[in-house]
């Protein structure tokens, strides 16, 4: 993998932050784009564009297409077993919402549970808790260790014949625990329970096989894996997909429609109403593309060797406190740097041209169970280097030293 190839491919990179060349250390919240991502939507809006499903005209035929096709690529990418398990969603959060809102609103009620984990992003956190409100069932947290792995005999012990919905993280955006989807789906199924997974930190860094997992649903967003904002997807199981009731309204989700019922259109389209993301959709496409021809082993094993060459780097730095196992990790690192804070440490990194994460990270949950209120996060991606970790190194060394003579 020639990462310097790789890098030149991605415009934002080459530019000075600060007076210093931009080390962007930020790729959990959202990705960069490479070029072939923003020529595919600008050739989009300068070619095709038109809406999708309705005209019969070229242009609309064009972007239909490139929309379908767009559906098609997701599909093999996360292995489904055809492309209408594939829902378009804004993101991760709208793909959870949905489930929760559309699938378990109608399952759960009295005496069922709901079983996530402490380390869930806001995201799949606060969905669940409105369905407990709504309809009466409990929410079941899995154990987590000191290093915020969550074990298999744990989900054995945790998981019910009463458990209606399992879902959690495949990778933690914290902690950068990678869980064990496939056996806690294992473990759910044998409980007549279904299982959800937010892939936000996966699909961009690991190969995802949703039928090897037998995730009932899969979610994630196409900013953080070199697409678009505002794109993301809904993976379901068909039958599953089909059984739910759409929770927007509107043009192109329907079947029929008189004056006083209407009928809905098989999945996905039901779930799609209005104009969708059209150049997002292709935008996306692109980047599946692009991340398909550099390989996903290949950028597995990059991101993992980087986030592993950053805990030795980091570990070592004195008063330096890095949260998580150890390294064997996904691909970030999160930390708090003794007496400042992290939004100090941020500031001072971004004054050298390094960006970096600070705050509670959508988790705060997590981080009560910490014993923190926020957390500097640096983490990494298929442009990032160890160069750029030695800088971020030799950064938090100078942060430390100043902020140590300010105090002192």
């Not at 415009?11 to 000075?16: A, D, G, M, T, V």
């Not at 496939?182 to 997974?197: C, S, Y």
């Not at 039958?239 to 079947?255: A, V």
């Amino acid at each position: 993998m020639n990462i310097h190839a790789i890098r030149e491919q991605f415009p934002i990179l080459h530019q000075e932050v600060n007076g210093h060349p931009l080390v962007y250390l930020d790729s959990a919240a959202s990705s960069q784009k490479p070029r072939s991502v923003i020529d595919a939507v600008k050739r989009y809006y300068e070619l095709d564009h038109a809406n999708v499903h309705r005209g019969v005209h070229t242009l609309g035929s064009r972007a239909t297409d490139a929309y379908e096709g767009a559906r098609e690529k997701v599909a093999k990418f996360l292995n489904a077993f055809t492309p209408e398990e594939i829902v378009f969603t804004r993101g991760t959060t709208t793909a959870l919402n949905l489930v929760a809102s559309s699938y378990a609103r109608s399952v759960c009620g009295e005496g069922d549970e709901i079983v996530i984990s402490k380390m869930e992003h806001h995201a799949n956190l606060i969905p669940w808790q409105q369905v407990a409100k709504a309809t009466g069932a409990t929410l079941k947290f899995f154990p987590m260790g000191e290093d915020g792995r969550i074990t298999v005999e744990d989900a054995e012990r945790t998981i019910t014949s009463n458990t209606k919905v399992v879902s959690i993280t495949h990778v933690s955006n914290v902690l950068g625990v990678v869980n064990p989807v496939k056996e806690i789906a294992a473990i759910a199924h044998r409980n007549g329970a279904v299982m959800v997974v937010d892939g936000a930190q996966s699909v961009p860094h690991m190969r995802v096989d949703v039928q090897d997992i037998d995730a009932d649903f899969y979610t994630f967003s196409g900013h953080k894996m070199c697409g678009p904002t505002g794109i993301g997807a809904l993976y379901g199981k068909k039958s599953l997909l089909n059984g739910m009731e759409p929770i927007e309204f509107g043009g192109e989700m329907i079947d029929f429609v008189d004056l006083h019922d209407a009928t809905w259109k098989e999945a996905p389209y039901r779930f799609e109403g209005g104009t969708p993301m059209i150049a997002g959709a292709v935008g996306l496409g692109a980047a599946v593309d692009f991340l398909q021809d550099i390989g996903m082993d290949n950028i597995d094993r990059h991101v993992k060797q980087l986030s592993a060459y950053a805990y030795d780097k980091l570990s070592v730095l004195e008063g330096l406190r890095i949260y998580g196992p150890g390294r064997d990790r996904a691909g970030l690192i999160t930390f708090n740097l003794e007496d400042v804070h992290p939004h100090d440490v941020a500031t001072v990194l971004d004054s050298k041209g390094i960006a970096i994460r600070a705050g509670h990270h959508c988790c705060q949950p997590l981080m009560r169970l910490l014993n923190v209120s926020a957390t500097a996060r640096a983490s990494f991606y298929i442009y990032n280097t160890e160069d750029e970790i030695d800088l971020l190194a030799d950064a938090l060394l100078q942060t430390k030293e100043f902020f140590g003579h300010a105090i002192g």
